[in-house]
């Protein structure tokens, strides 16, 4: 409860301490914002080896000693003070800022709700200089090696109410190292190392960010990421950026520098997760390290007291350089840059290159070598009558079909003149009714039917939404259902969102819906098992946003609908054309759930296993 208003109070103006103690409620939120400041410093300072000794999870104590430049005894108290600082002076300096930190505000503020200790030397100096944050004119000399310490204790001893918000001692103190972690990812030059209470819990040499982010982001990434480096103009984007197959449930490997800051920008991070969209199904998060740099003069850095967010002088030209730069590496994706694709056996010419795109990717069929035509047509009839082929026991059925076409009596087709046009090779069999195993030049292809197929109805409704072409095919008898009332009224509020993704979906009653048409794409699918799904998406994302930003998610669910299911037994035309329909379509090789739709085994990764040629 406020106090009632009692007429005009007096205003005063506030005590320096008091001053620092507000600004530090907006900086020093926590021991981590401590961490992040006091690096910054030392990094500002040309620190090339850092140690951070943490006790309590940094509320006890953070210290952090650097060898970088030091600071002269005569502005060490002015280094406490508020808003006094050695890298900018002007305006135009702050507009072309290079230095992590500028506002003069951080030591004061730690100063002001910590036990703070300052001890330094500069090159030249003969020996150290310590000053105390409460007392700061009057120094003493110290020992110390060229460098500075600065020891912070007792986070927020005076004032209690923000320390009440501290959280135990693990959690704070993971709070700090994930704040390293982030520095240490932008600076691989820098040797940093780690204590909690006591113990060395972290230790980072000094090597490039590749190593750096393997260290940091741990074996998943490194084994499964594309390294990335483009240009425009003043814009350059380097880093790595995960496969959607290192995806996590979490968005905790997301790393993103603007001029060697750590930022969580909304248009960066939305440009990034734009980019694997059509790869990355909603509910994953992709991994990625990237470092944009540009002049300082394009980005304002003075926006948010932590500096965490940026604004770009034009947000567009930056989010569509993010966008297509990350698009583009995504798009050259294949087993060859997960490193997956061995050295192709002797005597066979190279596999695709591992950087430039795949040689099949966005190439139209060829309809020329054998029968490519007849394959697709055989193909389109496969999901246009068979799709709700019972599940049960088809592989089990050993029929006499089955089992000619698990052991084919011809050899596949023209294999060894054409696996240029037919990087995926030709069918050999069906393994368990889940995968399709094909011969290409350099071995064995192993191929995920279903992941394949829903990757290659995805992209077919997309490219129908593009051009706004989803044909509709009408139900000869509605199928009715009985709904909830939440279903019902999104049916009836969508209907037209509903219309442009091809479904003619309309309430009966107040609990029975009729679906009367869906997508032609779709029409051999469960009506009703679709139509719950298509409604609980539109309800979930929104009408506008199903077709817009979060029309993937929807494709998605659309594409798994329909997509051939396991144990669905293929005939060897069948699966010919499935495989020449995953070399003509964009990123065929992840599902739109981030897992491999095909594996390759080279025929040397079969010798190994037989110990042949050892
Ligand atoms: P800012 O970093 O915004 O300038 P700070 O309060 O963080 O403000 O630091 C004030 C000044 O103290 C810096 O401008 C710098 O000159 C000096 N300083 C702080 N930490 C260090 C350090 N580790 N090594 C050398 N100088 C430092
Ligand atoms: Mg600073």
Redesign the pocket.
Known sequence: MSTPFSGPRVIRQLPDQLISQIAAGEVIERPSAVVK??L???L??G?TQLTIRLEAGGVKRIA?T?N????PPE?MP???ARH????IASLHDLENVT???????????IASVAQLT?T?RTADAAHAWQVAGHDPQSGSPASGAQ??L?DVQDLYFNTPARRKFLKSDQTEYGHCVEVVRRIALARPDVRFTVTHNGKTTEHWQESGLEQRSAQILGDEFASARLSLEEFAGPLRLQGFVGLPTAARMRADSQYFYVNGRFVRDKLLTHAVRAAYQDVLHGDRFPSYVLQLDLDPALVDVNVHPSKIEVRFRDSRAVHQFVFHAVSRALARTSATAQGEVPAPAAGLSAAPSASGPLPWVNQPMRQASFGVAQERATYGAMFADTLRADTSGVSQSGSAGSLQSLFPSQPAPAQATDDDAFPLGFALAQLHGIYVLAQNRTGLVLVDMHAAHERILYEQFKQALEEDAVQLQQLLIPVTFHADPVEVGTAEENAGTLAALGFDIAAMSPTTLAVRAIPALLKNSDAQALARDILRDVREFGGSRILGARRNELLGTLACHTAVRANRQLTLPEMNALLRQMEATERSDQCNHGRPTWVQLALNDLDKLFLRGQ
Do not use: H, P, Y
């Not at 992590?100 to 503020?109: H, I, N, P, Q, V």
């Open positions: 400041e006091l910054e410093n030392a500002d300072a620190a952090i650097d970088g430049c030091g600071i502005q002015l280094a406490l006094a600082t050695s890298k230095t992590l930190g500028f506002r003069g505000e951080a030591l004061a503020s300052v330094s460098g500075t600065i």
